[in-house]
């Protein structure tokens, strides 16, 4: 099992690393290249988890708190995120999507799932969509409770 599992993380961190920025090359849509791959995940984890800090964002994208700054500034300068102070910490401030952002995510979204649908329904059947569901909802799971520990 040891081999198996060596196996997977390897071909997981290949799809992560190449397959990302390979699928967003390859589809033709104005849209998504208007921004790169890392500003489009900011925009998503600010999405699902904003308003967020931008020392969070820096977490949660692997990265120097200086390269978010620069990403944001280009977001905001764009009026897809917008940053906030907060009420009870003036100190604090909080990175929110407009709702231009807003919207860009969702088109992205959906322009991605096409894609990928489209990529994959060719090659890969039902019931290993459905292996695939079951597998990255169990990753999911394991790498929540393991952000509780750290």
Aim: no cysteine.
């Amino acid at each position: 099992m040891e081999k198996q599992l060596k196996e997977a993380v390897e071909l997981f961190e290949e799809v992560i690393i190449y397959g990302t920025e390979r699928v967003l090359k390859s589809i033709d849509n104005p849209i998504v290249h208007e921004f790169s791959p890392e500003q489009i995940q900011m925009m998503k984890i600010i999405d699902k988890h904003g308003p967020i800090t931008a020392g969070s964002l820096a977490v949660m994208q692997g990265v120097h708190k200086s390269a978010i700054s620069n990403r944001l500034k280009k977001l905001e300068e764009k009026g897809f995120v917008q940053i906030v102070k907060s009420d009870s910490d003036q100190r604090t401030k909080w990175v929110e999507l407009t709702d231009e952002g807003s919207d860009f995510v969702e088109k992205a979204r959906a322009i991605l799932s096409s894609f990928i649908s489209s990529l994959l329904s060719d090659h890969v059947d039902e019931k290993e969509v459905e292996q695939f569901v079951k597998t990255f909802r169990k990753l999911k799971e394991i790498m929540k409770l393991g952000e509780g520990e750290r």
